[in-house]
């Protein structure tokens, strides 16, 4: 049995789970090109557009992916042509909501072979922060395709730039859901 929910009730389990959504599509094959960002708002499910740069040659959307691809997985009716779900995807992330304060998702876009997702995160304590981000890949249906996960460390007082790819076949539309930061 498949369940299909509205972008208006997708918007509020987000939120209420205390998740924020961004999805872009990138539109050019060729060179650099704008990409669309549209953030959702987990507290009042407005949404906004802003242009990104696209600096990535994979921006059809329909890149195969190559090591540690879908071989394994199986595809999920309602899924664009050639396009499987994860075989595995985690059912919790670290989610500390102190550290998730410091850390945005600032991009998401196609990369070569997949998608990924790049943010900033920083450090207004005393001691050195050791951070692991969990991004969920969907589809505008929010569909959980594939996850990626990045571990890193930000310094004192510092700000660091973090990016999440995964390759993987994808549509040409996709979303970024910050899972969890801890």
């Known amino acids: 049995m498949r369940t299909v929910f509205s972008k208006k009730t997708v918007t509020a389990l987000l939120a209420a789970a205390g998740l924020s959504m961004t999805g872009c599509s990138s539109t ?9 960002t549209t953030a959702v708002s987990p507290t009042t499910g407005a949404t906004g557009t802003t242009a990104l ?3 990535s040659g994979a921006a059809s959307g329909t890149s195969k992916a190559s090591a540690g691809s879908t071989s394994g997985k199986s595809s999920a009716p309602g899924l664009p042509k050639g396009v499987t779900a994860a075989a595995s ?4 992330a ?3 909501a102190n550290l998730r304060a410091n850390v945005a998702l600032t991009g998401c876009k196609s ?3 997949g998608w990924g997702a790049t943010g900033t995160a920083t450090n207004p304590g005393k001691k050195a922060i050791a951070y692991t981000i969990t991004v969920f890949f969907t589809t505008t249906a929010a569909t959980v395709i594939d996850t990626s996960q ?3 460390t930000v310094k004192p007082g510092e700000k660091k730039t973090w990016t999440a790819t995964k390759q993987f076949t994808t549509p040409p539309k996709m979303l970024c859901v910050l899972r969890g930061v801890g």
């Not at 995807?89 to 919790?92: E, L, M, V």
């Open 28 to 36: 050019s094959t060729a060179g650099p090109a704008p990409s669309t």
């Open 150 to 152: 990045t571990h890193f």
């Open 94 to 96: 670290l989610n500390k």
């Open 89 to 92: 995807i985690p059912t919790s």
């Open 111 to 113: 990369v070569t072979g």
């Open 53 to 55: 740069p696209t600096t």
